[in-house]
């Protein structure tokens, strides 16, 4: 007697498991192209199913930086040829559902009723508007316990966040480059999301220090925000140091939060020679630009530069630059409005260190 009550427990017990179907869901991401005025599959749905399970809900949440004007519809598709898209022997099940919600957007496929196949998926779709703001994207989340079963049936569902998410700012090449006076740096973006822009930063690299930088911003560029096309920039290290230099990019999201880039190397060369021009203009009234390089070979760790003003009896009129200068190329302005001064013949000298040069110029008045 005792014998048959246990078997007649066991057989209710496993009449009741085997009488509770149970469906095993797997999202997978359809990476796709978003295009202005289509419908766009994003999620695919297969199942693994025991006995006869029901679906009664699905939830997708729209991510991404697209708003209702966008993307305002969502879609659910039989997809009977398991292909991935939406074509004639397709079946929608529910009604087409709008995004509702404030932050993240919600739509909602309920009382669906429906009876997962191993034979087909389903497919959800998000209508694209004809006036979509392409720059913009639009991703799916659905975490575990967005699909859910009806009276009987368990649903495991681990969730999918699709690839089309808002996108970072995609670096794709940063370069640096010698140029005659000055180090040009240019990069490329492929994509960007909330880019305020970017701090340049450099650090100059000492053969027996190199592995404890110092970093100096040296300069701002301005970034374009959101966008799904590559943008170009570029930005001219005027004052170099002379040496071995390394530069990196912060980018900065508007939020504040940022991320630094890969490091590019160059070895900034300085001229070698010592050149004084001669002034431009020349004849000039009331001021003329002086410029003149101070090579390697004329610096030492303590030379000073002065650019000096002299009449032509050799006293001193004026005192342009009296400092300390690295080498690289230089312009000097000269102004007669703070100084009385005749029309006639002047003298401009260059010295570093041991090393002078003079020229004339002429005012006219």
Not at 10 to 23: D, E, H, K, N, R
Not at 85 to 92: A, N, R
Not at 170 to 176: G, I, K, P, R, V
Not at 237 to 243: A, E
Request: charged share 15%; net charge negative.
């Amino acid at each position: 007697m005792k014998l048959m009550r246990f078997l007649l427990g066991v057989l209710l017990i496993y009449s009741s498991v085997c009488a509770q179907g149970t469906v095993t869901v797997i999202g997978t991401d359809l990476s796709p192209s978003f295009s202005p005025g289509t419908s766009t599959p994003i999620v695919s749905l297969s199942f693994t199913i025991v006995n006869t399970p029901m679906i009664n809900y699905i939830r997708v949440d729209r991510t991404g930086t697209a708003t209702n004007s966008d993307v305002p519809t969502a879609k659910l598709y039989r997809d009977v040829n398991k292909n991935n898209v939406v074509d004639g022997s397709d079946v929608q099940l529910d009604q087409t559902q709008y995004f509702q919600g404030t932050t993240t957007q919600n739509a909602y496929f309920q009382a669906l009723n429906y009876y997962p196949s191993t034979s087909e998926n389903l497919i959800i779709v998000y209508d694209v508007a004809a006036d979509a703001n392409t720059s913009n994207t639009a991703g799916a989340s659905m975490p575990a316990g967005y699909i859910t079963g009806g009276s009987g049936t368990i649903v495991t569902f681990a969730g999918i966040t699709t690839g089309n998410q808002p996108l970072p700012v995609e670096l794709t090449s940063f370069t640096a480059s010698y140029e005659k006076n000055f180090v040009m740096l240019k990069w490329t973006t492929a994509t960007e999301v909330n880019n305020y822009g970017f701090d340049i930063e450099r650090a100059f690299v000492e053969t027996q220090h190199a592995e404890s930088l110092r970093w100096k911003k040296i300069g701002f560029v301005q970034g374009y925000g959101n966008s799904n096309s590559p943008k170009e920039y570029s930005f001219e290290d005027k004052n170099p140091q002379v040496g071995k230099l390394q530069y990196r990019l912060k980018q900065i999201d508007f939020d504040g939060t940022y991320e630094y880039s890969n490091t590019v190397e160059v070895n900034f060369d300085a001229p070698v020679n010592f050149i004084l021009e001669q002034n431009y203009p020349n004849p000039f009234n009331p001021e003329t630009v002086i410029s003149y390089t101070i090579g390697t070979s004329q610096l030492s760790a303590f030379s000073n530069v002065s650019l000096k003003i002299f009449d032509v009896l050799g006293r001193e009129v004026a005192t342009l630059v009296n400092e300390f200068q690295q080498a690289g190329e230089y312009n000097s302005q000269f102004s007669i409005r703070n100084y009385q001064l005749s029309s006639g013949v002047y003298f401009y000298t260059l010295q570093v260190g041991n090393y002078f040069q003079s020229k004339k110029m002429l005012l006219l008045k």
